[in-house]
């Protein structure tokens, strides 16, 4: 669905209740707090209600990622047209250009949106690849940053396993879904609970590269290496696809964002995979994030982090 349309289909706030509300509830509105059907519609207030159980309030709205706001549902919906079709991103700064608003409000928008993309956890299996990259750029100075204020644009140059950028590890199913997610210590424990989470080990096979800590995964996956000091594929043994994804994501966040911090990149890799998964949908892209965003459930209320790690447990879960 192009912006075109979202403006004439849901150019007004009781149109995209109605849509929300279908989404959610479908025919038979239910209480958000105690999940009861006996509920009645208040005057004067455009979709909200009283349920006669809890004797509370709510609106649709209610838990998820349009609670509290004062950004008018019209204005989300064009926001999350324009994040949709936009497969390399786009910055908080084009959006308020194109819509008229605040920076503060299109990137509280943007990073609500981010959290909407978190995808409901199944996995991989079949042909898997696996592979670490290295996010950050050309360094402005040559210094140690503190954990915390990590940027993507003044980590070191040195290229590869041994810098000090921020390493995030991907395994990707051929023709299928993709997994990140950042890993500070490339260790064969962390690499292991990482592949567990993820993937399934009955008529799956692994394919990797040479690196050691990868020799681990052997104990629960069958694995296939592909030497890149001799060749970059043989036959079906390659990592292209994950190494194909790389090359999106950072020229995606070098061409949209210029620079992310360590502490939302977790936000962006969400952003990222979304676009990858559905790269194939042909559907109503719009309906189909609803519906996801819709059932976010309490990681909702935390979506704003202070810490890298709640940002990793919000998108990833805790190790």
């Not at 149109?15 to 519609?41: D, H, P």
Request: with cysteine; glycine share 6%.
């Amino acid at each position: 669905m192009n912006l075109i349309e979202v403006n004439k289909n849901y150019n007004t706030q009781a149109k995209c209740l109605k849509l929300l509300t279908e989404i959610r509830f479908g025919k038979n509105v239910r209480c958000t707090f105690c999940g009861s059907t006996s509920i009645k519609s208040i005057r004067n207030e455009q979709g909200r209600y009283s349920c006669k159980n809890c004797k509370k309030s709510f609106s649709v709205i209610v838990g998820t990622i349009f609670e509290d706001t004062r950004l008018s549902l019209p204005k989300w919906f064009q926001i999350i047209t324009l994040m949709l079709n936009a497969k390399s991103s786009v910055s908080a700064k084009e959006i308020q250009r194109n819509l008229g608003i605040s920076y503060k409000t299109a990137y509280y928008a943007c990073m609500r949106i981010r959290v909407g993309m978190l995808m409901p956890e199944t996995k991989l299996n079949g042909i898997i690849e696996m592979d670490e990259s290295y996010f950050g750029g050309k360094a402005r100075s040559q210094h140690n940053i503190a954990d915390n204020d990590v940027s993507l644009a003044t980590a070191s140059p040195k290229r590869g396993r041994g810098t000090n950028k921020v390493s995030v590890v991907g395994m990707v199913q051929r023709k299928g879904n993709v997994k990140t997610k950042l890993i500070d210590k490339l260790t064969k424990r962390n690499l292991l609970f990482m592949l567990k989470s993820n993937a399934k080990s009955d008529n799956s096979i692994l394919m990797t590269d040479g690196f050691k800590s990868y020799k681990e995964l052997e104990t629960y996956i069958d694995r296939l290496v592909i030497n890149h000091s001799k060749e970059y594929s043989k036959g079906i043994v390659h990592i292209n696809t994950i190494e194909g994804f790389w090359s999106y994501v950072k020229n995606g966040i070098k061409g949209s964002f210029k620079s992310v911090s360590k502490k939302y990149l977790p936000l962006y890799l969400v952003e990222f995979e979304w676009k990858f998964n559905h790269r194939n949908f042909k559907g109503n892209e719009l309906e189909k994030f609803l519906k996801n965003a819709l059932f976010q459930e309490k990681e909702l209320e935390h979506w704003k982090a202070q810490s890298p790690k709640q940002i990793k447990e919000i998108a990833y879960g805790s190790d």
